[in-house]
């Protein structure tokens, strides 16, 4: 009689609790399972593939181990997260992974119990996952928190300011190092789990601890040469040393994929009395999928895949991407003037400067995930009469705030800050999506800050950049493709504070900054049909304003309307700003803003996006009708309240 087919493992799995109770002997199976299943699910949906096939084992491991989510566990970044998410209840959701009303890409607190904090930038998790376990210690509650790290994300510095504020949280905190491309681990294999296991042991930290106090008593000269020798010992077989001084107990490095020196290791941490423990753990990037091992970059993020090849889906050809077009320009000046150089702060390929460094190769610079430091880097560069470019998505640039206005703008450095990602930018939803930029710029003495309306006015505009030398100058422009005008031949400098009137008209005045200028000029037409007349503006410059031209448009015209791609606080108040001071506003103008909403989006598709930010044609219409009081009701049929 044949065999009958057995459940899968994975199917009695829902939850946490349901893991804890299989056998060990279970756990391979079951980490097999749940590899397949991010594979299949990526395959469906698109997403980051290769750092969440690198941590199936360890994700398996911790939820087996610790106690969750009363244990409290912290991913870093959290594009790793796809295996806790099908472990922790959302299997049946999986597949709506970074779409419109589904699962974000990252943790999320209002998503599961599961995630007690939500990240997408880097580097968070130690100083979380501390405030974590100093409230169970305040409040008396037996949790743990765990904190799990990439070796990328060890690059920040943010990391080391939590680790070093860390030794007052003892045995409540549990901080996993996940090096999976950094190489900073010796070979592991099994003396190196046997060593793990060892120094991991209560047995080992409690005779450690012992021997600390004793020594301490007897001698302070004795106890401190006691504990040089202990862990320059430790440190010449196992690593670890810079941990130790910050206070850590190390334990590693152990292979992240094999459960059986995994669950060991995790149980002698979990029970230990002391800490705080960093546990280093050595992990492949695209593990156990053929394709994503022999790819470059671990297949980080995909589009949709076929499983069986691998072959990723791959959109029809058509305009460059932003950011090259960017990098194209940016090669074609630093090719004439030998003193521009471009930073990058561990997104060479995302911000085009990758291209640049294969025609540049000394003058780019990856300085890893340290934005505070890009920026001052940056600066000292301009201080010292080179051009710098630091090319930093938008919503990264907000980590170093601090650096643009004390280092580069009160000192009126020209730095160069070529800003990515600039708008909303779909399936990464709220934590990627460049809202802020223009009101966090424009506020800055000494700044000029610049939107590309095109892929041909990035190019003007990083011209205009590169030859700008009276302070800082930055330009926006999104994630994507362009919209497929043709390129120019030859830059041109843009003056300073200049707009361009794209289209005339006599009766309503569109201002458009930045890539809405298309949608802008949808809704003239849609206008001029109901017999208004509409004049677009494309403004180039959140400022200096280009002011002539402005007060021409409002003194001339019935209403007026501006559209931005970004949070109050930019264009439109800055052009409400200037009609009060000059005296407009008394004149009764008919003026109104189109920007983002007071309010943080979830991922979907961009032109979804924007259409529920009222910031589409659309709504251009709607808004100018609404301000020319039409109550005709074939008009305003169909529009929104």
């Known amino acids: 009689m044949a065999d009958l087919p057995t459940t899968p493992l994975l199917d009695t799995v829902s939850t946490p609790a349901d893991l804890r109770t299989l056998k060990p002997t279970q756990l391979r199976q079951l980490a097999d399972e749940l590899r397949a299943e991010v594979i299949s699910a990526v395959g469906t949906t698109g997403g980051h593939l290769g750092s969440g096939l690198g941590v199936v084992e360890l994700t398996t491991a911790i939820h087996y181990v610790f106690d969750t989510p009363d244990d409290r566990l912290v991913w870093d970044v959290g594009h790793q997260c796809y295996p806790h998410k099908i472990l922790t209840g959302r299997r049946d959701r999986i597949r709506t992974l970074r779409q419109g009303g589904g699962l974000s890409g990252f943790t999320k607190r ?60 003892g045995n409540r905190l549990v901080v996993i190092l996940n090096d999976n491309d950094m190489s900073i681990a010796p070979p592991v294999g099994g003396l190196s789990a046997y060593l793990a296991r060892m120094v991991s042991s209560s047995e080992y ?14 001698s302070r000269r004795i106890h401190n040469a006691a504990q040089k020798a202990e862990e320059f010992t430790r440190g010449m077989v196992t690593g670890g040393t810079l941990f130790e001084e910050l206070g850590f107990y190390y334990v590693g490095p152990i292979d992240g994929h094999n459960l059986d020196h995994l669950i060991p290791v995790l149980e002698n941490v979990r029970d230990s009395e002391h800490g705080p423990i960093l546990v280093h753990v050595v992990t492949t990037k695209g593990k ?34 932003y950011q090259n077009v960017f990098a194209d320009q940016l090669i074609k000046d630093a090719d004439r003037d030998p003193s521009i150089v471009a930073i990058t702060a561990a997104m060479p390929s995302g911000t085009g400067l990758d291209r640049f460094a294969k025609a540049h190769p000394d003058r780019t610079f990856d300085v890893g995930i340290a934005e505070q430091h890009a920026v001052t880097f940056a600066a000292g560069l301009a201080a010292q009469g080179m051009r710098p470019f630091c090319a930093i998505y938008s919503t990264f640039l907000q980590r170093a705030y601090d650096q643009v206005v004390h280092d580069v703008a009160i000192q009126n450095l020209p730095v160069r800050f070529a800003i990515d990602r600039a708008g909303l930018v779909g399936a990464d939803g709220a934590t ?73 008209g006599k009766k309503v005045a569109i201002l458009s900054l930045g890539t809405r200028l298309a949608e802008a000029l949808k809704a003239a037409d849609a206008l001029d049909a109901k017999g208004l007349s509409a004049t677009v503006a494309d403004l180039r410059f959140a400022k200096p304003l280009d002011e002539e031209m402005i007060r021409k448009l409002l003194t001339s015209h019935e209403v007026a309307v501006t559209i931005e791609e970004g949070s109050i606080g930019g264009l439109g108040a800055h052009v409400l700003t200037m009609a009060s001071d000059t005296g407009l506003i008394d004149a009764g103008l008919k003026l109104r803003t189109l920007r983002l909403p007071d309010a943080f989006q979830d991922q979907d598709k961009p032109e979804l996006q924007y259409a529920e930010a009222g910031l589409d044609a659309d709504a251009i219409v709607e808004t100018v009708l609404k301000a020319l009081r039409h109550n005709d009701a074939g008009v305003v049929e169909g529009a929104r309240a």
């Open 288 to 321: 156990g999928y053929g394709p994503a091992e022999a790819a470059a970059d671990k297949y980080h993020g995909v589009q949709k895949f076929d499983v069986i090849t691998g072959t990723q889906a791959k959109a029809p050809p058509g305009p460059p991407a």
């Open 205 to 218: 930290l409690g005779l450690r601890s012992l021997a600390k106090r004793l020594t301490a008593k007897i």
């Open 432 to 504: 990627h999506a460049g809202s802020f930029d223009v009101t966090y710029l424009a506020t800055l003495p000494n700044f000029v800050v610049m939107a590309a309306a095109d892929e041909a006015e990035l190019v003007h505009m990083t011209h205009t950049a590169a030859l700008h030398d009276s302070g800082p100058i930055a330009v926006r422009y999104p994630r994507g493709n362009g919209t497929g005008v043709a390129l120019p031949e030859i830059a041109e400098q843009l003056p300073i504070g200049k707009g361009r009137i794209v289209r005339e």
């Open 110 to 169: 209002s998503e599961s119990e599961y995630d007690p904090f939500g990240a997408a930038h880097s580097s968070t998790s130690i100083s979380a996952a501390l405030g974590f376990a100093i409230a169970n210690k305040l409040a008396g509650k037996p949790g743990k928190a765990i904190a799990v790290i990439g070796d990328g994300a060890m690059s920040a510095g943010m990391a080391y300011e939590a680790m070093n504020n860390a030794e007052a949280a």
